[in-house]
């Protein structure tokens, strides 16, 4: 059986299905879905590439701002950085290995844990920080950053034995009619907890890079809610009526399309952020994403984001090869720090990746990308990774960074370097 003939099947069982479930399958069926295969995924012999691709400078700045807020945290003696989707582990390599060499104080306080959705990168994640999940720094927890069923969830304890945990960060419904997720929680309803390493009191730094832009979307347009129906072998639209909570996200934090016009409602994204944002007793959250706000939105852009990305190519068609081709979605920053400030999480003014990244590397002059250069060929080889991810042209302005803190002296936030960049 393939993925097709999956998803043609649970549609034969029970009728056509909203596209967020679509999408999950494509992306996370445990069996074939996009994440779930062992294909290579990213860099040059995959289908895309994040910043920890283009050069370690991502990593080690980030390590150098992980660092001024556990020192904003008061330079507690155990602090934990959970990182959402972390794919090949990259960046948390760059993050460990660059606090073990310049920031020794800080890396024998941290504790760093990966919540990997995908069992094979999650079994690669294990091989890779074998050594240091030994040494009690490293935690993987597999089935976790996704939208998988739940389920078991491996994780690999300090000492390598594997652990049972359940309760991944979301899970698909399992009401018969396939009724989206609301954008939140009522005051009166608790989220599940947050999956960790550590005990909650111990300060927590959540980092999701290019994370929720993989998180299944509803698509809405003036006909109603986008249902996949399948004829013939071949998928197709059809229209439902709207729900409360799709119509609702537009009123809040969106844009309610035009007679021809599509856009996306990112239900299960605003359900995982107010989760995490309650699993945050004390500390900080850095979202990194392609996105935009609702002000955008009411400008007229980003009306239909909807993207697939395969072997370096993009297409719009969400159909064309299920479970062999990335699907994503742009973030609505509006809807994402309004779910945070929900969870309680005091939200930052939005900065993009270039302000962010000059802010910290400005007082080193980026220092942290060239200390290892020896020939001036190298220095030229480095400059050019670091302009393309803090340049308009490349990544820098295309990248929004949402920073948000619970529990810190409103002060010591505004020292963040990350936030010091002159808006």
């Known amino acids: 059986m393939t993925l097709r003939h999956k998803i043609q099947q649970e549609i034969h069982d029970r009728g056509p299905v909203p596209f967020s479930r679509y999408m999950e399958m494509c992306l996370y069926d445990p069996e074939f879905g996009y994440y779930s295969r062992a294909q290579e995924k990213f860099g040059k012999g995959g289908d895309f590439y994040t910043s920890s691709d283009v050069h370690a400078v991502f990593g080690r700045l980030l390590a150098r701002q992980f660092e001024e807020m556990w020192r904003a945290l008061d330079s507690p003696g155990q602090i934990e950085v959970l990182e959402l989707g972390p794919g090949r582990g990259l960046f948390a390599q760059d993050v460990l290995d660059w606090s073990e060499k310049t920031f020794p104080d800080f890396y024998r306080a941290v504790h760093y844990t990966l919540a990997e959705s995908s069992p094979s990168l999650a079994e690669r994640l294990a091989s890779q920080f074998r050594k240091r999940i030994e040494a009690g720094k490293v ?26 945990r359940s309760a991944p960060l979301t899970s698909r419904p ?15 309803e608790k989220p599940p907890k947050l999956q960790r390493t550590l005990s909650p009191e111990v300060p927590l730094i959540v980092f999701a890079n290019e ?52 856009t996306e409602v990112a239900l299960r994204s605003q359900s995982l952020m ?42 719009p068609d969400p159909y064309q090869a299920p479970g062999a081709q990335d699907i994503t979605a742009h973030v609505n920053f509006t809807a994402l720090s309004g779910a945070a400030e929900q969870g309680g999480l005091q939200v930052k003014k939005l900065r993009t990746q270039s302000q962010f990244l000059l802010g910290i590397g400005e007082a080193t002059q980026f220092a942290d990308a060239f200390e290892e250069c020896r020939l001036p060929q190298e220095r030229t080889k480095v400059a050019m990774q670091l302009k393309h991810l803090i340049t308009p042209e490349g990544m820098g302005d295309t990248f929004q960074v949402l920073v948000a803190s619970k529990g810190v002296d409103a002060s010591a936030v505004e020292t963040l370097s990350g936030l010091s960049f002159c808006m």
């Open 174 to 188: 399992t009401r018969e009619n396939h009724e989206p997720e609301g954008f939140g929680c009522s005051r009166a």
């Open 211 to 262: 994370f929720f832009d993989a998180q299944p979307v509803e698509i809405l347009s003036a006909k109603g809610s986008l249902r996949v129906a399948a004829r013939d072998g071949r998928f197709l639209d059809e229209w439902a009526a709207s729900t409360k909570h799709e119509l609702d996200f537009l009123d809040h934090y969106g844009v309610h399309p035009d007679t021809n016009g599509r």
């Open 139 to 164: 935690t993987v927890l597999a089935g976790l950053s996704g939208v998988g069923p739940s389920s078991a969830a491996v994780a690999q304890t300090p000492t390598g034995e594997a652990a049972h």
């Open 274 to 315: 107010t989760r995490v944002a309650a699993g945050i007793e004390r500390g900080f959250l850095i979202a990194i994403d392609y996105g935009y706000t609702r002000e955008q939105q009411l400008a007229g852009r980003y009306l239909d984001t909807l993207m697939t990305y395969r072997r370096h190519i993009t297409s």
